[in-house]
């Protein structure tokens, strides 16, 4: 289905830099669904806006640092399934190369006095490989997929800067993803994901593991779904590098309004808008994203 693919279209983006390694709000409804198998492939397009104007510590306590970022960002992707089996479930693969036009300003402290740093970035994000597919169709009710993703460092990087759209290590994550619909329409999706990042070897930084979880609840209504989706981020092990204070874990809620309209041969288009709360060590912020997605 193209609702799958849709979920799989991120960006490649509390760790290093108070942010995430890879995408936000990407899974929402079809959260446990995939294309079914083609022999040309599903192809998406994802666009997304995230911003946040101020930092929050690890009490959640707004810190008065002058603060300011605009992410925007489009992401292709493309996911082939196939007939073959792994255990009982269809096996694909797939990749997705993001773009982000990345604005923004921060103070900090030097040895001079405070000094405001501003950038801009505008170049190839981190891009993701998806070398293990896995779906499963348990009944007419329920679908569950799971599968292995590699964020390669492909994004354009300095330590120098204050911004960039890469970020300078590799990511291994494994997730799973559910959806369960009842015959009156009533859905219920869940995605759920651990990221493990490698040293960044410029800075020589390591972000701590990463426990996400993406879900939507919402009903159908012929070709539309209406409802509420969002996210919980929470960091599971300390960050280790210079300056890490109480092991900088990260924590972020996410939730807002979901839509999506799907016809059989026809592009699936989905949106959301989601705000953050409860933040800790990370900025806070809006998510928007945009979802057009086509199987074939």
Known sequence: ???????????????????????????DFGAGLLPPPSPVGNFG???AYYTASHLRDGN????????KINVESVSLTYLRMTEEKILGGNFGFGVVVPVLNMKGKIGVVTGAGPTLLKGDDFNLGDVQFLPI?????V???LSVNGGFAVQAPTGAYD???????????WTFTPYGGVTYMTKSGFEVSSNFQLNFNTENPDTKYKSGVEYKHEF????????WTAGVGGYYHQQISDD??????????????????????FEPGKPLVSLHAYKEFGVRNRAEGYNIAVNVAMSF
């Open 133 to 137: 597919l896995l779906g499963w169709t």
């Open 60 to 67: 959640g306590n707004k810190l008065g640092t002058d603060f």
């Open 240 to 261: 280790k590098g210079a300056g890490v204070v109480n092991g900088n874990r990260g924590r972020a809620f996410a939730l807002g309004p979901a839509l999506s309209y």
């Open 1 to 27: 289905m193209a609702l799958a693919l849709c979920c799989h279209a991120g960006q490649a983006g509390a760790a290093e830099g108070g942010t995430t390694f890879t995408p936000f709000g990407v899974f």
């Open 216 to 223: 939507a609840v919402g009903q159908h209504f012929g070709p």
């Open 139 to 141: 009944d007419d009710s």
């Open 159 to 169: 330590a120098s800067k204050p911004f960039n759209v890469g970020n300078n290590v």
């Open 45 to 47: 397009i994802r666009t």
